[in-house]
């Protein structure tokens, strides 16, 4: 016997699959307890959005402090830095797993200290703020500030810098 069940669990949806043998084994169970804030390329209909095809989509959001939005880097991407001449960040909530959470770490240079993930404060429209995990980056903003990160910016930023070709003369 075999039964999926869905329910709610505090703020997002466990799924899990049990197996009857005379008693019940939970072999899934998803917990997607981190939000985070997203602002750039990991939106929906951008490019590294693919990285939370596993995860819950919230809602879109709005930084409750100013940043700056800057886009450079070896990969031309958006950068937020916090910053008091800035914007309040439009982006997205999600919720996801802590593997995705590593994950994204990883994607935006954490470890390398590229971007640090820090606590901020966003707000759906209509609700009250709410703290995420957002990547900013740990220098000052020294390029040119945006207010958000469209679909015309990601389109003149789209890949990272190929390296050019030697010749063989």
Do not use: Q
Request: hydrophobic fraction near 30%.
């Amino acid at each position: 016997f075999l039964a999926s069940l869905k329910f709610e669990c505090g703020w997002n949806i466990v799924s899990y699959t049990s197996i009857w043998n005379g008693c019940s084994i939970f072999s899934l169970l998803i917990l997607m307890k981190h939000k985070i804030f997203v602002y750039g390329t990991l939106k929906k209909g951008f490019y590294n959005n693919k990285y939370l095809a596993t995860s819950k989509f919230i809602a879109p959001a709005k930084t409750t402090r100013k940043f700056s939005l800057c886009i450079g880097g070896p990969y031309r991407g958006p950068y937020m830095f916090k910053d008091s001449k800035g914007h309040m960040i439009p982006g997205e909530i999600y919720r996801v797993t802590k593997k995705t959470l590593k994950n994204l770490d990883k994607l935006e240079g954490v470890p390398s200290k590229r971007n640090i993930r820090r606590r901020i404060r966003a707000k759906r429209k209509g609700r009250k703020s709410e703290t995420c995990w957002a990547w900013i980056n740990p220098k000052k903003c020294r390029c040119r500030r945006y207010k958000a990160y469209t679909r015309k910016l990601h389109k003149r930023f789209l890949t990272p810098r190929k390296k050019p070709r030697k010749s063989s003369s």
